[in-house]
């Protein structure tokens, strides 16, 4: 944002910034700050953001005033990273600009203590820069460098908003029938196109529903484990959720996971118990097993639909219908179409032979057309072809339609907002301060990481030191612990933590890689991804996973031969990888190897204690000598023992002394007799049992 309108922005009747602000928040200090005037209550209207707003001007702001923070914390704060902000900017923007969810934002400013937040709070310098503090930031107001694109708030003139098509997400079980459902409302045939019968991305369609005549825009999520981000991206952008379970089923893994976010998304459900025509139907329990889940369905007094039906033979397609249109319109959904600029969501993108970078696009405000200029994530576009999806070119998309669109000059990210700019001058811009802000907050994150890392380490070596030097003085493990417990307890609680690079072909990969193996691991190993970025390994990669100890991972990249040369060097392992398998396989071996060892005791022979002499020494001091016989196994002169008393281990060490009738012998046999001394401070009895051991490392597994 900008301090200025921008010459190209939209007509005074759609101010680009959101100048009513939400009811003051109160921060909690010794005064009480008076709240600011209430806004009358907005009618119940489209649940998505707005379209974006671009440079600003200066709106009516909410000031916050708080208490200042020590003075070592604000000189700390000149030494850090410096993130261009524009000098008004909401909630939801600023979240934006920090890659942060706006309810981690909210939740965040709750703990400093301000109250009644909303996402279009406007926040002032001062506030912005107390949050910044708290993500390790300095703001600084610049609204050219800050200038960016935001949801455009909604319209003061309601006249404006327009109903519009509900978005309907379809999730559940793998092969529940999700895209039969689909095929059997729109008439065509979609799942004889799909490898195996499963859908493997997001697909998006209109529907004209048969009896109704209303129209729904379907977004089919794909259901099985290794899509489940594309499922949560389907999740955010949906009204309406219709969980699909199979009535031979019932409830398995990903319809728990696809109930867990639809609640996160906080949207109406619908349940579709599918195919019912088969014999070993049972859609009673379905419903039972869902209720145990805590679904609230109508059958037991709830409010979620059920709908028993049968995407193959029909059966109850009718009723499933009907139930989404009710339940759609329920939601009131409206949003403006005109005098607004376009906001929408990037649901796919791939390259096309002939069309280049193409994009599927769900427009949610606004009316985009060929010509219009999209940015969405670090990339825009200026839409040079728009087709539906059946390939047909369109002259104009509303909202809730969704378009394939060419005229990327990067691929975007599936689950972007893309919001329409006025100019590719603003537009190239916005690009740069996103990709200088994402810079900025990916090295303080990763000199963060790195910065604990070498802290940790160096505690580790200084407590190994402390430990040494203990030792050297004499001292055992047990009088070191007794006497600075401290040094162990730490170390004993502490998590093992295994860094690691990732570089790969492609983003795709990164990013999948990145979510395989985060958080591989248990209580007290697990993994950490310091960065994941495209290409192949450099000498600053070297660098930075040599100050974090981190290990590098190649995933369909080259390494050349002297970044091989200088990681060598540097200590720095890099491992490469062809297929991703095989990469998860050797992260949980290396992260099995650091797990920390563990021991069990192995009992080599057993000795019962039967009398007890006593001997004079040539020194005149009196030694008591243990006659005993050898039970079990074979007792010899080298090893390590344990006396065991009445069940209790009273002592542990090594044989003094080892004699057989009056010779010394290196080792006595099953079911013979000996006498003994042990190397230590112990006053036997008759009865004792004497145990040579040995401590054998367990195996250990993830």
Request: aromatic residues 4%.
């Given at each position: 944002?900008?301090?200025?309108?921008?010459?190209?922005?939209?007509?005074?009747?759609?101010?680009?910034?959101?100048?009513?602000?939400?009811?003051?928040?109160?921060?909690?200090?010794?005064?009480?700050?008076?709240?600011?005037?209430?806004?009358?209550p907005?009618?119940?209207q489209?649940k998505?953001?707005?379209?974006?707003?671009?440079?600003p001007?200066?709106?009516?702001?909410?000031s916050?005033?708080?208490?200042a923070?020590?003075?070592?914390?604000?000189?700390?704060?000149?030494n850090?990273p410096?993130?261009?902000?524009?000098?008004?900017?909401?909630?939801?923007?600023?979240a934006?600009i920090?890659?942060?969810?706006?309810?981690e934002?909210?939740?965040?400013?709750?703990?400093?203590?301000?109250?009644?937040?909303?996402?279009d709070?406007?926040l002032?310098?001062e506030?912005?820069?107390?949050?910044?503090?708290?993500?390790?930031?300095?703001?600084?107001?610049?609204?050219?460098?800050?200038?960016?694109?935001?949801?455009?708030?909604?319209?003061?003139?309601e006249?404006l908003?327009?109903?519009r098509a509900?978005?309907?997400?379809?999730m559940?079980?793998?092969?529940?029938?999700k895209?039969?459902?689909?095929?059997?409302?729109?008439?065509?045939?979609?799942?004889?196109g799909?490898?195996?019968?499963?859908?493997q991305?997001?697909g998006?369609?209109?529907v004209?529903?048969?009896?109704?005549?209303?129209?729904?825009?379907?977004?089919?999520?794909?259901?099985?484990?290794?899509?489940?981000n594309?499922?949560?991206r389907?999740?955010?952008?949906?009204?309406?959720?219709?969980?699909?379970?199979?009535?031979?089923?019932?409830?398995?893994?990903?319809?728990?996971?696809?109930?867990?976010?639809a609640?996160?998304?906080?949207?109406p459900?619908?349940?579709?118990?599918?195919?019912?025509d088969?014999?070993?139907?049972?859609?009673?329990k379905?419903?039972?097993?869902?209720?145990?889940?805590?679904?609230?369905?109508?059958?037991?007094g709830?409010?979620v639909?059920?709908?028993?039906?049968?995407?193959?033979?029909?059966?109850g397609m009718?009723?499933?219908?009907?139930?989404i249109?009710t339940?759609?319109?329920?939601?009131?959904?409206?949003?403006q179409?005109?005098?607004t600029?376009v906001?929408?969501?990037?649901?796919?993108?791939?390259v096309?032979?002939?069309?280049?970078?193409?994009?599927?696009?769900?427009?949610?405000?606004?009316?985009?057309?060929?010509?219009?200029i999209?940015?969405?994530?670090?990339t825009?576009?200026?839409?040079?072809?728009?087709?539906?999806?059946?390939?047909?070119?369109?002259?104009?998309?509303?909202?809730?339609?969704?378009?394939?669109?060419s005229?990327?000059?990067?691929?975007?990210?599936?689950?972007?907002?893309?919001?329409?700019?006025?100019?590719?001058?603003?537009?190239?811009?916005?690009?740069?301060?996103?990709?200088?802000?994402?810079?900025?907050?990916?090295?303080?994150?990763?000199?963060e990481e790195?910065?604990?890392?070498?802290k940790?380490?160096?505690?580790a070596?200084?407590?190994?030191?402390?430990?040494?030097?203990y030792?050297?003085?004499?001292?055992t493990?047990d009088?070191?612990?007794?006497?600075e417990?401290?040094?162990?307890?730490?170390?004993?609680?502490k998590?093992?933590?295994v860094?690691?690079?990732?570089?790969a072909?492609?983003?795709?990969?990164?990013?999948?890689?990145?979510?395989?193996?985060?958080?591989?691991?248990?209580?007290?190993?697990?993994?950490?991804?310091l960065?994941?970025?495209?290409?192949?390994?450099t000498e600053?990669d070297?660098?930075?996973?040599?100050i974090?100890?981190?290990?590098?991972?190649?995933?369909?990249?080259?390494?050349?031969?002297?970044?091989?040369?200088?990681?060598?060097?540097?200590?720095?392992?890099?491992?490469?990888?062809?297929?991703?398998?095989?990469?998860?396989?050797?992260?949980?071996?290396t992260?099995t190897?650091?797990?920390?060892?563990?021991?069990?005791?192995k009992?080599?022979?057993?000795?019962?204690?039967?009398?007890l002499?006593?001997i004079?020494?040539?020194?005149?001091n009196k030694?008591?000598?243990?006659?005993?016989r050898?039970?079990?196994?074979?007792?010899?002169?080298?090893?390590?023992?344990?006396?065991?008393r009445?069940?209790?281990?009273?002592?542990?060490?090594?044989?003094?002394?080892l004699?057989?009738?009056?010779d010394?012998?290196?080792e006595?046999?099953?079911?013979?007799e000996?006498?003994?001394?042990?190397?230590?401070?112990?006053?036997?009895?008759?009865?004792?049992?004497?145990?040579?051991?040995?401590?054998v490392?367990?195996k250990?597994?993830?």
């Amino acid at each position: 944002m900008a301090s200025s309108t921008p010459k190209n922005s939209p007509k005074p009747d759609n101010k680009p910034i959101a100048t009513k602000p939400a009811t003051a928040p109160k921060k909690k200090t010794e005064q009480q700050i008076p709240r600011q005037q209430k806004q009358e209550p907005r009618k119940k209207q489209d649940k998505k953001p707005a379209a974006r707003t671009s440079q600003p001007t200066q709106p009516q702001k909410a000031s916050v005033k708080v208490k200042a923070k020590p003075k070592q914390k604000q000189d700390a704060a000149t030494n850090r990273p410096k993130l261009d902000v524009p000098s008004f900017l909401t909630v939801a923007n600023f979240a934006q600009i920090l890659r942060v969810r706006v309810p981690e934002l909210l939740q965040k400013m709750a703990g400093l203590g301000f109250e009644d937040m909303t996402n279009d709070f406007i926040l002032d310098f001062e506030t912005a820069s107390l949050i910044a503090d708290e993500y390790g930031f300095e703001v600084n107001t610049n609204d050219d460098l800050g200038a960016d694109l935001f949801p455009a708030p909604e319209p003061k003139d309601e006249k404006l908003l327009k109903p519009r098509a509900p978005i309907v997400t379809i999730m559940g079980h793998v092969d529940h029938g999700k895209t039969t459902i689909l095929d059997y409302l729109r008439k065509s045939s979609i799942v004889d196109g799909e490898h195996g019968g499963i859908t493997q991305h997001i697909g998006a369609f209109v529907v004209k529903t048969p009896v109704s005549k209303k129209t729904i825009t379907f977004l089919d999520t794909p259901g099985h484990a290794a899509f489940l981000n594309m499922r949560e991206r389907g999740a955010n952008i949906t009204d309406v959720v219709v969980l699909v379970v199979a009535a031979e089923d019932s409830v398995m893994p990903q319809t728990k996971e696809a109930l867990r976010h639809a609640r996160n998304a906080g949207v109406p459900m619908v349940v579709a118990i599918n195919k019912c025509d088969k014999p070993d139907a049972n859609p009673d329990k379905v419903v039972a097993d869902l209720s145990g889940h805590g679904v609230e369905v109508e059958d037991y007094g709830g409010e979620v639909p059920t709908v028993r039906v049968s995407g193959k033979t029909g059966l109850g397609m009718a009723d499933l219908e009907e139930t989404i249109v009710t339940v759609a319109d329920l939601l009131d959904l409206k949003t403006q179409e005109d005098k607004t600029p376009v906001e929408g969501w990037v649901l796919e993108s791939e390259v096309k032979k002939g069309l280049g970078i193409v994009a599927t696009f769900l427009v949610m405000k606004g009316k985009l057309k060929p010509g219009a200029i999209i940015v969405a994530g670090q990339t825009w576009c200026k839409v040079r072809v728009m087709k539906d999806e059946f390939g047909k070119p369109l002259k104009v998309a509303g909202p809730a339609t969704p378009v394939e669109i060419s005229g990327w000059k990067d691929i975007p990210d599936a689950g972007e907002m893309g919001l329409e700019a006025p100019t590719e001058a603003l537009a190239k811009k916005v690009i740069t301060n996103r990709e200088k802000r994402k810079l900025l907050l990916e090295e303080a994150s990763q000199i963060e990481e790195m910065n604990k890392r070498m802290k940790e380490r160096i505690e580790a070596s200084r407590r190994e030191e402390k430990i040494r030097e203990y030792q050297q003085e004499g001292l055992t493990i047990d009088d070191i612990k007794e006497l600075e417990p401290e040094l162990f307890d730490l170390e004993a609680e502490k998590q093992i933590v295994v860094p690691y690079v990732i570089k790969a072909d492609v983003s795709g990969s990164a990013e999948a890689i990145a979510q395989s193996i985060t958080g591989l691991g248990n209580d007290e190993v697990q993994s950490s991804i310091l960065y994941e970025e495209v290409g192949a390994p450099t000498e600053s990669d070297i660098e930075r996973a040599k100050i974090a100890g981190a290990q590098i991972l190649a995933f369909n990249v080259k390494v050349p031969k002297n970044i091989i040369n200088s990681a060598s060097l540097a200590g720095v392992e890099i491992r490469e990888f062809k297929v991703i398998y095989h990469l998860i396989e050797d992260v949980l071996e290396t992260l099995t190897s650091k797990l920390p060892k563990k021991f069990e005791t192995k009992v080599l022979s057993t000795t019962s204690v039967k009398q007890l002499f006593e001997i004079t020494l040539k020194n005149k001091n009196k030694m008591t000598i243990a006659g005993c016989r050898v039970t079990n196994g074979v007792l010899k002169r080298s090893s390590v023992v344990r006396v065991m008393r009445k069940g209790d281990e009273i002592f542990r060490g090594k044989i003094k002394q080892l004699k057989h009738e009056k010779d010394d012998v290196a080792e006595v046999r099953n079911g013979m007799e000996c006498g003994l001394s042990l190397d230590g401070d112990i006053s036997y009895e008759v009865g004792d049992v004497i145990e040579s051991i040995e401590e054998v490392e367990i195996k250990r597994h993830l």
